[in-house]
């Protein structure tokens, strides 16, 4: 099945120590997105890339980077994660920027001791 | 500033016992209106798109809904397996791709 892969699931760093988290599809979707998502908050967009071109929101920390070798990973790295980027962080794909149907993979929680 | 507001932000319903969440929104332009599924510690799984209003979508024991500046997530008998988060989000048309999520409503089904 086509599908969005995200791994680990679940990951523990240490206070200001680098992480990096993958996302991987198998839909061969241009446009992959990463979303974060703290408690029983809605989904916040941080970046995305459609094909090779890179797309940051305009309150994304500078701690939040991202990069995608190929059209099928992207990685999300937090180059000193603070206690307030403890949430999970969630990858998403589209067809395209103007196909809104987002297709989410399971998600990955972080948590910062 | 593109707003989508969801309520209720929790509700408690008996196994069978239908009602409606709503999804308000504010967005110029709407290109879009999505509703998605989300569960306890998971991606959130896309349900339906609403593209203009009187749109209806209907999947199983749920229709989607859209007016001018709402959408309902109508749920008919409902049953244990239908407890969820269930997620609304906008999209705008033109040149800003973005989708604006609501915090969602989590309905709890009891048996």
């Known amino acids: 099945d086509a599908m969005v892969i995200q791994n680990p699931r679940y990951q523990v760093t240490q206070f200001g120590k680098p992480v990096t988290l993958s996302c991987s599809q198998t839909?061969?979707?241009?446009?992959m997105y990463w979303y974060q998502q703290k408690s029983s908050q809605a989904p916040k967009l941080l970046f995305h890339y459609y094909d090779k071109d890179f797309n940051n929101e305009a309150d994304t920390p500078d701690n939040f980077q991202s990069r995608r070798p190929n059209t099928s990973f992207c990685f999300l790295d937090i180059r000193s994660p603070g206690l307030g980027d403890a949430a999970m962080y969630l990858c998403?794909?589209?067809?395209?920027?103007?196909?809104?149907?987002?297709?989410f993979g399971p998600g990955t929680r972080l948590t910062v001791t | 500033e593109d707003q989508v507001t969801q309520s209720p932000e929790a509700l408690r319903l008996q196994e069978g016992e239908s009602s409606s969440l709503n999804c308000s929104y504010t967005v110029s332009g709407l290109r879009g209106l999505f509703w998605y599924r989300q569960d306890p510690g998971k991606g959130p799984e896309f349900l339906f798109t609403l593209y203009s209003a009187g749109e209806e979508k209907e999947k199983e024991r749920l229709k989607a809904t859209l007016t001018k500046k709402e959408s309902f997530l109508h749920i008919t008998a409902p049953k244990p397996e239908d407890s969820a988060t269930y997620l609304c989000?906008?999209?705008?048309?033109?040149?800003?791709?973005?989708?604006?999520f609501g915090k969602g409503t989590l309905l709890t089904v009891n048996p």
């Open positions: 839909l061969n979707h241009n446009v």
């Open positions: 998403a794909t589209s067809r395209a920027l103007s196909s809104y149907e987002q297709y």
């Open positions: 989000a906008a999209g705008r048309g033109g040149s800003n791709y973005k989708l604006t």
